[in-house]
């Protein structure tokens, strides 16, 4: 079982950052893939980012690429998103994500686990 709590959403205005965060618990955090997805008013839940267990490999949707980054670190059992540049549009609830495998996927019904979501708003 693992738990995942999100933090470091807010409000902020077009063209500014924000570092979202997502802590795990449980001692196999490093045997999980996680990844970010993202869900608007209105519209269906999207993938974001994904990184592989040991951050060698990281995916990109093509709206964020260039823009956002993923990372992690097993020792704090945490994984990053820094985003930049940011649109009205990334305006979403973002949700972190385990995925109990060693490659990465984009799909999100192979999502094992699923934090709660931290709000984001970017305001034009």
């Known amino acids: 079982q693992v738990q995942l709590v999100e933090s470091g959403g807010g409000l902020v205005q077009a063209g500014g950052s924000l570092r979202l965060s997502c802590a795990a618990s449980?001692?196999?955090?490093?045997?999980?893939?996680m990844g970010w997805f993202r869900q608007a008013p209105g519209k269906e839940r999207e993938f974001v980012a994904a990184?592989?267990?040991?951050?060698?490999?990281?995916y990109y949707a093509d709206s964020v690429k260039g823009r956002f980054t993923i990372s992690r670190d097993n020792a704090k059992n945490t994984v990053y998103l820094q985003m930049s540049s940011l649109k009205p549009e990334d305006t979403a609830v973002y949700y972190c994500?385990?995925?109990?495998?060693?490659?990465?996927?984009?799909?999100?019904?192979?999502?094992?686990?699923w934090g709660q979501g931290t709000q984001v708003t970017v305001s034009s």
């Open positions: 449980g001692r196999t955090f490093s045997s999980y893939a």
């Open positions: 990184i592989n267990w040991s951050g060698r490999s990281t």
């Open positions: 994500a385990a995925d109990y495998a060693v490659l990465v996927t984009t799909y999100q019904g192979e999502y094992d686990y």
